[in-house]
C-alpha cells in the first residue's frame, strides 16, 4: 500500500465547478509535489512545496491553486478548468527538498474529467 | 537541457523470459542522478531505483538489475526471468543540479508479460 494517499480517486466536474484534490503523507517528508499525467505521456511536474513553501510553480494556470496547511498535507484547488486539462493528477512527497537526493513516493493519483 | 530517451514504447514479452529496457540520457551536468520508475495499472509511480554519477557500479536486486555505462549515457533495466506482476509502465528519469534538479523523465516503455 502506498503511504501517499490521494482523495478523491475519481473526479468528474464541470468547467464552471470549484473543486479539490488532497494529498496526505505521514512519512515526516519535507517535500511535496503535484505532478499531471495525460494518458500514455510522463509525469509533468506543476507545484513543489518545500518546508510548507511553495518552491517551484512550472507556469501552471492560476485554474490550479495549490496549499500546503501543513508539513502532512497538500491541496490542489481546481477552479474553472476546461476539458485539457482532464488527466491524472499525482501527489508525491520526498524526505529532502531537492528531488535528486532521493526517491519520489507517490500517490495513486486522483483521475479528473473535465465536462 | 536534460533529455532522456527510452526508445522503446511497447515490450511484449512471455512469462520467464528475459527483457531489458533501455535508456539513454544526455546532460552537461557532471553531478547527476539516474532513476527508474515502476507505474502499474493503479497509478502510482513506484521508486525501484536510484544511482548518482559517480558509481558507475552495476546492481542486481533479485530479478531485476541495472547497467549504468557513462561512456554510452545509458541506464539500461534487466527484468530476468520475467512474471505476469512485472506488466507496468517503466520510466527512466534523470536529475541533475541547481535549475537542472527537478526530475526529467522519459516517455515510459509499456511492458506486457503474458503467461
Redo the contacts between chains.
Sequence with gaps: D?E?TQTPKHLVMGMTNKKSLKCEQHMGHRAMYWYKQKA????E?MF?YSYEKLS?NESVPSRFSPECPNSSLLNLHLHALQPEDSA?Y?C?SSPWA???T????????S?LTVL | AQKVTQAQTEISVVEKEDVTLDCVYETRDTTYYLFWYKQPPSGELVFLIRRNSFDEQNEISGRYSWNFQKSTSSFNFTITASQVVDSAVYFCALSGTGANSKLTFGKGITLSVRP
Design positions: 502506498t501517499v500514455k505521456k510522463p509525469p511536474l513543489v517551484i491524472l499525482l508525491a531537492s528531488p535528486n532521493g526517491e519520489l513516493f507517490f500517490g495513486e493519483g483521475r
